[in-house]
């Protein structure tokens, strides 16, 4: 009997080590249906809008809901379909990529951004946070000093808990998911845009309202009481004709 004792209390610690490897597995970049659920929670926290078409994206980027990303000296983008992001996911960017080149002498490469749900891709899952602009892919670098920076600088802001990241083998690149209020807090910039990157006359984007449908409401009259347009309304709203419903929330696009 003692030896049967001393053989289990052995197995105690064994089987300890084994049950807290998941807990170790998080901290390394791998994805999981918990970090899918995460980012997903995160956008529906904020209240973000999953934009469905192309046509979407252009409106709220021309309402300034989505800003374009254009690369500078510091990144590029490489086959990017619909270049656009929330204005915090660029900065997160832009600041990465300057740490980035610093670094590695060479440029970040974004490979996907903004990408509306009409847009689906065979690897992608079915709740991607990608078509609310908070979510970017980067290129895995092949330079081993480039790819131990990505590696360790995505680890310790994933520990800040201001986003999630991934590293995906098909292709090779890191899908980033950028939280807005945490990230915003972290630089300590509440209008989350580095010096020298943003005009000082050039005032921030209105903030949208919503209007909730009422009985006997149509398109025009709505668009009339809120000075704008039928068209406007469409497509801050991704409406594809003008049936609205009592209950229905539209997005009064900023004036």
């Known amino acids: 009997m003692p030896i049967f004792r001393f053989a289990a209390s052995l197995l105690v610690p064994a089987a300890l080590a084994l049950a807290a490897e998941p807990s170790r597995a998080q901290t390394t970049l791998r994805g999981s249906p918990a970090s899918v659920d995460r980012m997903y929670q995160q956008a529906r926290s904020h209240d973000l809008t999953f934009y469905r078409t192309a046509t979407g994206v252009r409106g709220a980027a021309r309402d300034g809901d989505l800003v374009r990303m254009s690369g500078n000296a510091d990144y590029r983008?490489?086959?990017?379909?619909?270049?656009?992001?929330?204005?915090?996911?660029?900065?997160?960017?832009?600041?990465?990529?300057?740490?980035?080149r610093q670094t590695c002498r060479e440029?970040?490469?974004?490979?996907?951004a903004m990408r509306p749900t009409s847009l689906r891709l065979a690897n992608s899952v079915d709740r991607s946070v990608h078509p609310t602009?908070?979510?970017?892919?980067?290129?895995?670098p092949t330079n081993g000093r480039c790819l131990t920076f990505l590696r360790e600088t995505l680890l310790r802001l994933e520990r800040e808990g201001v986003l999630e990241a991934t590293e995906e083998r098909r292709p090779p690149h890191f899908h980033v998911a950028v939280y807005p209020g945490p990230y915003r807090r972290y630089i300590g910039d509440a209008e989350a845009a580095?010096?020298?990157?943003?005009?000082?006359?050039?005032?921030?984007?209105?903030?949208?309202?919503?209007?909730?449908v009422r009985q006997g409401d149509s398109l025009w009259e709505i668009a009339r009481r809120h000075n704008t347009t039928v068209d406007r309304l469409r497509v801050a709203n991704d409406m594809r004709t003008n049936?609205?419903?009592?209950g229905q929330v539209l997005i009064i696009p900023a004036r």
């Open 77 to 100: 983008l490489a086959g990017v379909s619909h270049p656009y992001a929330l204005s915090i996911t660029r900065t997160f960017v832009q600041r990465l990529a300057r740490q980035y």
């Open 107 to 112: 440029q970040l490469v974004i490979t996907s």
């Open 133 to 140: 602009g908070m979510a970017i892919d980067i290129r895995r």
């Open 194 to 212: 580095p010096a020298g990157q943003r005009s000082a006359s050039r005032p921030p984007a209105p903030r949208r309202d919503t209007y909730r």
């Open 243 to 246: 049936r609205i419903v009592a």
